[in-house]
Nanobody, 122 residues
Framework: EVQLVESGGGLVQFGGSLRLSCAASGFTFSMYPVAWVRQTPGKGLEWVSHIGSDGRSTNYAESVKGRFAISRNNAQNTLYLQMNSLKPEDTAVYYC???????????????WGQGTQVTVSS
């Protein structure tokens, strides 16, 4: 059974930092690209960042570029999101998600975690 379990969310002040983790199991983690996606009541779902299976390819939404860093540890089947210089507009439920792959094509998403709440106070 595929499982993605996020942790590390919480309440932080404007300008603070948090590190999210996502523990993966039930599939060969090192073979798949994965992503962070966030959801807010007002804006709906927003893709935040993704990382290739070997960790060398990363990309970020403009809203978080320069402040967030995605990484992965394939030996520990874990995905990370380091979030710095947090703003109130980063407040959301953060999900990790696994891409489907067809050759070099990435198709979002066949599995999601349960999410972790991040709240940034002003």
């Amino acid at each position: 059974e595929v499982q993605l379990v996020e942790s590390g969310g919480g309440l932080v002040q404007f300008g603070g930092s948090l590190r999210l983790s996502c523990a993966a199991s039930g599939f060969t983690f090192s073979m798949y690209p994965v992503a962070w996606v966030r959801q807010t009541p007002g804006k709906g779902l927003e893709w935040v960042s993704h990382i290739g299976s070997d960790g060398r390819s990363t990309n970020y939404a403009e809203s978080v570029k320069g402040r967030f860093a995605i990484s992965r540890n394939n030996a520990q089947n874990t995905l990370y999101l380091q979030m710095n210089s947090l703003k109130p507009e980063d407040t959301a439920v953060y999900y990790c998600a696994k891409y489907i792959t067809l050759g070099s094509v990435w198709i979002p998403f066949d599995y999601w975690g349960q999410g972790t709440q991040v709240t940034v106070s002003s």
